[in-house]
């Protein structure tokens, strides 16, 4: 049995006339102790399966299992770091850390949430700014904050949603390798969605791409065999990683012709194209 | 590399130079700045305070002369020549018993509420005789178990102005205490919104002197059988009532669209019940709440002169109302005296609000 299991997953938001199915057909199942990422081009649907699995939404068909059980709600055991931070603007970086700390833990000392708040706090280094408030930080400050709050929590699995998108190369390097660390000390199962193709190889198990939307559904899983723990310089003379990364770059990019294209042709014959000539390239 | 260090140092040296001259230009054109600043914040005011005097002026000259001349006019049609020169001779000689009583000029103004703070030292000081005269008497009767004797005289302007503040806080905290539990009910319940949106639809618009009326007839029956003097409580409750419509709808709104980024952190942190209203959705709409808040109290200020009008409450509305039956010589000078006061006020409220909101609102100041 797959730690975290997802089987014939639809999801449409809206009703009747004005539904949209985002995502149809998903199945994924992820092992335990797996890091595993998911690319996919925007708009398609990512943040959308990463709110199945966290239990923020409820797939319109098929199920969803976590350790064996059907996700009902969220879950500390599972933490998420939200694409858009959703730090609360008006508590402190620490207050935000606080908050979490105090919910995963309960009936604690004050004195202990305050150490594992700062300890948090100044593994991804803003021990400096711990009295600020989110609107005195830079984005990427903001994504570490998140980033500290979610890993607080220990939670069993890490669900990222594009967690360091806002972050320059250099920062982005240490904070890779802190959230590599964080899952390695413990074995914990991680999920990762990225728009970056070499974040996910340098990081994940496992590559998935999730074909655009709508009705996106993921496509074959690219594995990733370079040993750990991975270097990146190293890793640049590597035949398998040059091998994996043309492969996943071509697969993207043929869905992305693919994608072009449907949507010139729609448009370029309206009336003319017959309905199997637009199909056929689903 | 040395090269470039050395390149580097003195284009910092040349920037360095090139900005202190620019920094000379920059203070100077500042100055002409400052100069321009200056003439719009103090010179542009201060004009237009004296042009508004200066029309006032002369628009109560204006009208004083309307009324002279009529009633010059007057005496002259009913009782002959030698009653209009009386008429015209009692009016230069500036006796109070014929003057046209009509706008009162700036001046007649400034006198007035000198003599309104002359009255009110005049009146404090009697209050401190009396007090001083009934203290030991006082302690007797409060050691006996009866009640002191306290001092009935009238009240001065300066009284007035306590008393109208007073009912206005306490119409405001009505509001407050009524408005923003019911507001925070209605945003979290979609149930109760539907249950409260006609009500609140009908009752937003009634006049205060309806609300009055209302609570009038309500409170009336409740105190029947106190000895009290309810038109306090009827005041300050109808002004509650009349000012709550803001912040409950403010309130509502705020909790009702908090950020969705947010409810999403409560659920993904398992915040309990409690916990989400006092930690997310509280601090969230705050910003709002007080935006409510702050129309209340300018509401509430400005329906109370009518209230207390009505209620025959002590206050600057029944001194309004009390000076223009009054009709004495001086008494449109006080009114307008009231009206700049009850205006001053005003304005000085909706600083305080406003710089408490801008204190909560997050995104704005440093900490709540
Ligand atoms: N609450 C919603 N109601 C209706 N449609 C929605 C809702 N949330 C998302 N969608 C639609 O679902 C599609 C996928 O959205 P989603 O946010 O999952 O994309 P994404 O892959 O995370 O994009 P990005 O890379 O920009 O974050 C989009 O077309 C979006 O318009
Ligand atoms: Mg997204």
């Given at each position: 049995m797959a730690y975290l299991e997802l089987n014939n997953v639809y999801k449409t938001y809206g009703?009747?006339?004005?539904?949209?199915?985002?995502?149809?057909?998903i199945n994924l199942s992820i092992e335990e102790g797996e890091f595993v990422a998911i690319v996919g081009f925007t708009g398609s649907g990512k943040t959308t399966l990463v709110n199945l699995i966290n239990g923020l939404l409820e797939p319109t068909k098929g199920e969803v299992l976590f350790k064996g059980k059907p996700v009902e709600g969220t879950s500390h055991e599972r933490g998420v770091i939200f694409q858009n931070y959703s730090?609360?603007?008006?508590?402190t970086v620490e207050q935000n850390v606080l908050m979490a700390v105090k919910e995963a833990f309960p009936k604690r000392e004050k004195a202990v949430y305050k150490r594992k708040a700062a300890y948090y706090i100044d593994m991804v280094g803003l021990t400096p700014a711990i009295?600020?408030?989110?609107?005195?930080?830079?984005g990427g400050m903001r994504q570490r904050v998140a980033v500290a709050r979610a890993l607080s929590m220990k939670p069993d699995m890490i669900i990222m949603?594009?967690?360091?998108?806002?972050?320059d190369a250099l920062t982005r390097g240490t904070l890779q390798d802190q959230i590599l660390n964080i899952w390695g000390k413990d074995k914990r199962t991680a999920l990762l969605i990225t728009n970056d193709v070499d974040e996910g190889i340098y990081m994940a198990d496992r590559i998935i791409p999730l074909r655009p939307g709508p009705n996106a559904t993921l496509g074959p899983e690219f594995k990733i065999d370079i040993e750990r723990p991975r270097d990146k310089t190293a890793m640049n003379d590597n035949p398998n990683y040059k091998k994996t990364r043309n492969a996943i770059i071509e697969y993207l990019m043929d869905i992305g012709e693919e994608r072009k294209s449907q949507v010139s042709e729609a448009f370029l014959l309206p009336d003319l194209a017959p309905k199997d000539f637009v199909n056929q390239f689903r | 590399m040395k090269q470039s260090v050395t390149l580097g140092k003195v284009t910092k040296f040349m920037g360095l130079g090139f900005l202190s001259t620019f920094k000379d230009l920059f203070t100077g054109k500042l100055e002409k700045e400052d100069y321009k600043a200056f003439l719009r914040k103090v010179i542009v005011p201060v004009a237009s305070v004296l042009l508004f005097l200066g029309l006032w002026h002369l628009g109560a000259k204006a009208l004083y002369n309307v009324e002279a001349e009529f009633r010059i006019e007057k005496a002259l049609n009913e009782q002959g020549q030698a009653a209009a020169d009386d008429m015209a001779a009692c009016i230069a000689s500036g006796d109070t018993s014929c003057q046209p009583n009509t706008l009162p000029s700036p001046s007649q103004v400034w006198t007035s509420f000198q003599s309104l703070l002359n009255d009110h030292a005049l009146i404090s000081a009697d209050k401190a005789a009396f007090k001083e005269k009934t203290a030991a008497l006082n302690e007797k009767r409060v050691a006996e178990g009866k009640d002191p004797i306290v001092y009935t005289g009238r009240p001065s302007f300066v009284d007035q102005i306590f008393r109208s503040l007073k009912t206005v806080f306490a119409g405001f905290f009505l509001a407050l205490l009524i408005a923003v539990p019911l507001g925070i009910f209605i945003g979290l319940s979609p149930t109760l919104k539907s249950a409260f949106n006609w009500f609140i639809q009908i009752f937003k618009p009634v006049s205060p002197v309806v609300w009055y009326l209302l609570v009038f007839m309500i409170v009336k029956t409740l105190l029947?059988?106190?000895?009290?003097?309810s038109s306090f409580s009827i005041s300050f409750i109808a002004v509650g009532l009349c000012s709550m419509w803001a912040t409950l709808v403010n309130t509502s709104m705020g909790v009702s669209s908090v950020d969705k980024d947010y409810i999403n952190v409560a659920k993904v942190l398992k915040l309990g019940n409690f916990q989400k209203v006092f930690k997310i959705i509280l601090p969230s709409s705050l910003p709002l709440i007080f935006t409510g808040l702050k129309i209340t109290l300018s509401v509430a200020w400005m329906v109370l002169i009518a209230i207390e009008l009505l209620a025959q409450s002590p206050g600057l509305g029944l001194f309004v109302w009390e000076e223009f039956q009054n009709g004495a010589n001086d008494s449109n000078a006080k009114i307008i005296v009231a009206m700049f006061v009850i205006g001053i006020i005003g304005f000085l409220l909706d600083r305080l609000m406003l710089s408490i909101q801008n204190w909560v609102s997050f995104e704005k100041t440093d900490a709540i």
């Open positions: 009703t009747d006339e004005n539904a949209t199915e985002v995502l149809s057909n730090l609360l603007p008006w508590l009295n600020k408030l989110p609107k005195e930080l830079s949603d594009e967690p360091l998108g806002a972050l | 029947i059988d106190s000895s009290e003097d």
